[in-house]
Structures are given as structure tokens and as C-alpha cells.
């Protein structure tokens, strides 16, 4: 087992340094543009995705055509499970990912998908803020570096039935992407299936699934009004979403290039999460003007859902131990 684990290390730095030959190569004609594959799990209309351009666009200006990021949305070059792996192997050497969805291998990650914790942009940027140092020490133990994220619009509920209170809930297939909505289906009574995002519209229209969590930027890239007919602004959570490249990558880089980077990304960063409001409300009147009945939730399903996320943040409190404990404090400090 040992000689096994070393040669696949050997093979993984095989791959790094042949992905920075490409990028630090000492011939002009190696210094020319390297292409850097940038999957996404997400539909190429979301507005979120369509920041990955910009981004894009502004790195191959900061460095002088030298890094060429070409994103590829839909999960088409690789699934949104498989994104962490993919840029960690050094397989493609940058990639985006919902964090929420990797919450089972480490509490920080699934912390701004617990329900009701951060419900404004500022309390979302706060929480963020609180957690950034955890989220990057987790991401950079798995050879990753942080570039920086972006904030989803508030979720709501999508349902193919009314729902007026939690009771409502008992038995419906839930669409889970992580440990805490899976953790929120059972909470509610709900039957949990777990369901990528880009496999949202195979699932709810084969029944596979019959209500989930979700924003309207996913309204629209997968036109929920051909599948559900409520949804619900509840404003669970503001999630998150990560730019990352592998760590190996990154190290070889020269500071320049880290810099121009680095620029580019928090200018990437400050534009999405401005964005999301704008968006939000753009996305909720397409889902009424193509028929979704978009609606507040009652006051009966308000309070259930707030009783469940008292419940959540206590256990992923209780999970994360003494750093969990920490960020939550430094969170409400803030607040």
C-alpha cells in the first residue's frame, strides 16, 4: 500500500510540474497563452457563470494573454462531484465548486448552507468573512488555493404542491446536494434524493424529485415552471461558490502572474456579489411572467423553518468543535 500511495504521489507531481512547464517554460514560444480549463457544474445563462467570463477576460488582460481560462458550464467537462478531484489531481488546473456540497468532509464547508444563520447580503458577507480563514486552511489541505467566491441569491423553496407548513412536507422526495439539506429533508419529514445540478430538470421530471431548496438563477437555467408550480421566498441561506486552482500550479507561478491573479479575482468577487441582488430580482419576475406562482411563505411554514435552523447551526456547532465555535462568535461579533 505504501508503494502504491507513492507512486500515485509521483504520478500527481508528474502532472503539476508538466502543467507548469507549460506555464514557466523559458522559450518565447512556451510563454505564449496556456490554456486553463475552468469547469463548472452550472447552466451558461446563470449569472454566475457568465461572471466566470468577465473573470476570464480579466486575467488574460492582467497577464498579458499568458493564462487563457476557457469555462465550461453544464457540468460538460466534468460533474460538479467530480471538480474538487479534477483540479486536486491536477487535471485541469482551475475549477469552481458549490462548497455546500462538500460539507461531510469538513464542517467549514457546509457552514453557509445551514437555514436561517445569514439571510441578507451583509450578514452573508459577515458570515463569510468569520469563516475565510478555516475555508481557505480546509481548501489548502487538499492542495487547493482559494481565489475567491461567490454568493448564490437567497434560496427558496420550489415544490410541485402547496405547501403551508412544515407538516406539508412529510414524504415529499426532497433534492439534497449536501449533508445539511439532506439533513434539512429529514428535519422536515421529507424523503432526501440526492441530485447534482445539472441533473435538476431529469429529476423533476421523472418524479425522482418533487421539491428543493434552490435560487432563481437555478429557476432559470433549468426553467423550473415546466416542472413545479410554487415557489416559495423563504431566503433560507446565501450560499456560496469557490474558485480554487491547484496548489502545485499556483506555487509555480511567479509572483506576477500570482498578483495579476489575485487582482483579477477580488475585482471578480466584489462584481458577483453586487450582482446578486439585481439578478435575484430579475430571475423571480421571468419565473412569474412563464407562470410560477412565486409567493412568501406563511407564517406556520416561516416559523417551522426557523425552529429547524436553530436546530442545525447547534448540531454543526457541536460537529466543528472549537472552531466552529469560534467563527459563529466572531459572526455575531460582526453582526
Known amino acids: 500500500m505504501r508503494k502504491s500511495g507513492s507512486v500515485f504521489r509521483m504520478l500527481r507531481a508528474t502532472v503539476a510540474v508538466g502543467l507548469l512547464a507549460g506555464l514557466l517554460g523559458g522559450t518565447s514560444a512556451q510563454a505564449q497563452s496556456q490554456r486553463w480549463d475552468m469547469p463548472s457544474a452550472y447552466g451558461g445563462s446563470s449569472f454566475i457563470v457568465q461572471s466566470f467570463g468577465d473573470f476570464a477576460d480579466d486575467v488574460r488582460e492582467r497577464t498579458d494573454g499568458l493564462i487563457d481560462i476557457v469555462v465550461h458550464p453544464g457540468g460538460s467537462l466534468y460533474q460538479g462531484a467530480e471538480i474538487m478531484r479534477a483540479v486536486r489531481e491536477g487535471q485541469v488546473p482551475i475549477g469552481e465548486r458549490f462548497m455546500g456540497a462538500h460539507a461531510n468532509e469538513d464542517p467549514v464547508f457546509g457552514l453557509d448552507t445551514l437555514p436561517f444563520i445569514a439571510n441578507s447580503p451583509a450578514e452573508a458577507w459577515a458570515l463569510y468573512q468569520a469563516s475565510r480563514p478555516a475555508l481557505e486552511e480546509a481548501l489548502?489541505?487538499?492542495?487547493?488555493?482559494?481565489?475567491?467566491?461567490?454568493?448564490?441569491?437567497?434560496?427558496?423553496?420550489?415544490?410541485?404542491?402547496?405547501?403551508?407548513?412544515?407538516?406539508?412536507?412529510?414524504?415529499?422526495?426532497?433534492?439534497?446536494?449536501?449533508?445539511?439539506?439532506?439533513?434539512?429533508?429529514?428535519?422536515?419529514?421529507?424523503?432526501?434524493?440526492?441530485?447534482?445540478?445539472?441533473?435538476?430538470?431529469?429529476?423533476?421530471?421523472?418524479?425522482?424529485?418533487?421539491?428543493?431548496?434552490?435560487?432563481?438563477?437555478?429557476g432559470i437555467s433549468q426553467a423550473m415552471w415546466d416542472f413545479v408550480d410554487y415557489f416559495y421566498t423563504v431566503n433560507a441561506w446565501m450560499p456560496k461558490s469557490v474558485v480554487f486552482v491547484n496548489m502545485d500550479v499556483w506555487n509555480g507561478l511567479d509572483d506576477a502572474t500570482r498578483t495579476a491573479l489575485e487582482e483579477a479575482a477580488a475585482?471578480?468577487?466584489?462584481?458577483?456579489?453586487?450582482?446578486?441582488?439585481?439578478?435575484?430580482?430579475?430571475?423571480?419576475?421571468?419565473?412569474?411572467?412563464?407562470?410560477?406562482?412565486?409567493?412568501?411563505?406563511?407564517?406556520?411554514?416561516?416559523?417551522?423553518?426557523?425552529?429547524?435552523?436553530?436546530?442545525?447551526?447547534?448540531?454543526?456547532?457541536?460537529?466543528?468543535?472549537?472552531?466552529?465555535?469560534?467563527?459563529?462568535?466572531?459572526?455575531?461579533?460582526?453582526?
Open 267 to 335: 475585482v471578480a468577487e466584489e462584481q458577483v456579489w453586487a450582482m446578486m441582488e439585481d439578478a435575484n430580482t430579475r430571475d423571480l419576475e421571468t419565473m412569474r411572467t412563464n407562470g410560477l406562482n412565486v409567493l412568501e411563505p406563511s407564517e406556520a411554514l416561516a416559523e417551522g423553518l426557523r425552529a429547524i435552523g436553530v436546530t442545525m447551526t447547534d448540531e454543526w456547532v457541536a460537529n466543528a468543535g472549537e472552531r466552529g465555535q469560534a467563527i459563529v462568535a466572531a459572526y455575531r461579533e460582526m453582526q
Open 140 to 218: 489548502a489541505e487538499r492542495g487547493l488555493k482559494l481565489l475567491y467566491t461567490q454568493i448564490w441569491p437567497p434560496q427558496g423553496l420550489y415544490s410541485v404542491r402547496e405547501i403551508n407548513s412544515v407538516e406539508d412536507m412529510r414524504g415529499v422526495r426532497f433534492r439534497a446536494y449536501d449533508a445539511n439539506t439532506s439533513r434539512l429533508a429529514e428535519l422536515l419529514g421529507a424523503s432526501p434524493t440526492r441530485t447534482e445540478a445539472s441533473e435538476i430538470a431529469q429529476a423533476f421530471s421523472t418524479g425522482i424529485a418533487e421539491a428543493m431548496t434552490a435560487s432563481g438563477a437555478i
